[in-house]
């Protein structure tokens, strides 16, 4: 059977000055930058010990704009999708494409038994956001689940793309039900296109194969959505980082200085190198950063014996990465200094580092926990949870938050099968991405952008008045979503030079009078303090 070639994607056309149709040029836009933290203590004792290393890099947006998007978004309309679940879906499309600008396009495939293109890849205008949320109005849910044939005409889709430069590509899945036995969705290969999955009702098999198709690809989310729950916050929250991509292809490398060892690196589920001895660096792949967001990577080092006190190079830190489809990396590079001391009030662990360390402990234990549950031994499950709470306070509110949340879905075999698996899964999913999901019950993740808020805080008021609510456009976002101002410095007003006035001569001896009183003043000062500091020392 010969493939159907879809080099149909339509051309990005503006209007210029003279008010005349042209097709859009590429961009050349600079884009946005990546900006390091790094926190550890600043001393270490002679003796062999450990040493914790915490480094923070954070996205940064360009002003200049973004590349536009092509976007394919495939939607189950197999039978179980009747009702409520695909009225959902429509609302969370119609919010999806008013949120889209003139540069992006989007694709709609469709699959139940076999997969359709709805619409090929279309400029977002206000005649195509009409035409395309027409069509999604007119979707009816029958047959079975193919949810492998909708992957592969999607990649199709886009790998068939006649315009691909300087452009960004993603997917979004979103289906409800097992699917077919001879569907194999998670072999289908997604090479560099980040997949966001999102899985309606429940089911351990349905949910582990989307949430290993947004693993197998280059930064996509897995996002379980229950019946009960908005589909269109999940599909908000993964399109506020779509469209504000600031870094991409990131890697970070840390390696060891000076007898140093390098013993662990945690960075959630990213690509890391090998190391063939504790002596050898390790390169951490991150692939895209938004605008706002942020990877910790805690470094756990064992720094050797010395003899005396001194400073010394124990780490360093070298991260590239690239943006707005261009080739050139940027780079920079941190030594971290380190003073051994026999001073035995060493400084206490950065706060940082420890909040950090609490984050990556509980991840740990809802895992287990999960691990725990899905084996039917839920007293043990519920243990592990209640153990690890134990250990948070009020400034892990986050935390705290979905630890609690776990637990009360624990209550009972049949209310964690029906509910908190699907919720544990998505817990385990954005600690180890470092990223966020739309949770259930609208827990929050802890590493929500503020566009993910905005766009989170828009779709619950599309949900409740679809036909009624003026959704934002990108400008009105950018001013919502702005960065405070820095704060105005204070100016201390200086002390004017004494002028004389016009046609005055100045008093010179007055002048010369008020000086020597100030130095006077200003030496009985220091004598009283010597003598103030002498009488302590008695």
Do not use: W
Request: aromatic residues 6%; contains cysteine.
């Amino acid at each position: 059977m010969v493939r159907e070639f879809h080099d149909d994607d339509e051309a990005i056309i503006i209007k210029n000055s003279q008010g005349e149709e042209e097709e859009l040029p590429d961009l050349e836009l600079d884009g946005g930058k990546t900006e390091a933290k790094i926190f550890n203590k600043q001393q270490a004792p002679l003796e062999e010990s450990p040493f914790k290393v915490l480094l923070e890099l954070e996205g940064v947006g360009s002003d200049e704009g973004r590349l536009g998007v092509d976007l394919v978004t495939i939607l189950d309309i197999s039978g179980s999708m009747r009702g409520p679940r695909l009225f959902k879906m429509k609302l969370a499309m119609q919010f999806l494409v008013q949120k889209l600008s003139i540069t992006d396009r989007l694709s709609i495939v469709t699959f139940n038994r076999r997969a359709e293109k709805i619409c090929p890849l279309r400029q977002i205008t206000e005649s195509s956001q009409t035409e395309i949320i027409d069509q999604v109005n007119d979707l009816a849910a029958k047959a079975s689940t193919n949810t492998e044939a909708g992957l592969k005409l999607a990649m199709n889709i886009l790998n068939d793309r006649s315009r691909t430069k300087n452009r960004s590509a993603a997917i979004m899945l979103m289906s409800d039900g097992m699917e077919d036995a001879e569907s194999q969705a998670i072999t289908v290969p997604v090479g560099e296109v980040p997949v966001y999955t999102f899985a309606f009702g429940n089911g351990s098999e349905h949910h582990e194969v989307l949430r290993g198709i947004s693993k197998n690809s280059k930064r996509g989310t897995f996002s379980p959505v229950q019946d009960k729950d908005d589909l269109s916050v999940a599909f908000s929250t993964a399109l506020a980082g779509l469209l504000n991509v600031s870094i991409e292809d990131l890697t970070l490398t840390v390696a060891p200085m000076n007898s140093s060892k390098l013993n662990k690196v945690y960075a959630g589920n990213y690509k890391q190198t090998n190391q063939a001895t504790v002596m050898e660096p390790v390169t951490v792949s991150f692939r895209s950063l938004y605008d706002r967001e942020t990877r910790k990577v805690l470094a756990l080092l064992n720094l050797p014996k010395v003899d005396k006190r001194f400073g010394v190079q124990i780490f360093k830190v070298e991260f590239k990465y690239r943006v707005n489809g261009k080739d050139e990396l940027e780079s920079d590079e941190r030594i971290i200094n380190v003073t051994r001391t026999d001073n035995k009030q060493i400084d206490a662990e950065r706060a940082e580092v420890l909040a950090e360390e609490k984050r990556i402990g509980i991840a740990s234990s809802i895992t287990e926990a999960r691990i725990l549950a899905d084996k039917k031994e839920l007293a043990e499950a519920r243990k592990t949870l209640e153990d690890a709470g134990k250990s948070l306070t009020e400034i892990d509110a986050v935390l705290k938050a979905q630890v609690d949340h776990l637990h009360l879905l624990m209550a009972s075999q049949a209310t964690y099968d029906s509910e908190g698996q699907a919720f544990a899964l998505a817990l385990e999913a954005t600690h180890e991405s470092q990223r966020a999901v739309a949770l259930p019950a609208g827990i929050p993740s802890g590493f929500e952008t503020p566009l993910m808020e905005e766009f989170k805080k828009q779709a619950e008021l599309h949900t409740a008045d679809p036909e009624g609510y003026k959704i934002p456009t990108p400008e009105e976002d950018k001013k919502a979503t702005a960065p405070p101002p820095p704060p105005v410095p204070k100016v201390v007003p200086e002390t004017p030079s004494r002028q004389p006035e016009k046609g005055r001569a100045l008093d010179y001896g007055q002048e010369v009078f008020g000086f020597r009183r100030f130095m006077v003043g200003l030496g009985s000062t220091i004598v009283e303090k010597i003598i103030e500091h002498d009488g302590r020392a008695r």
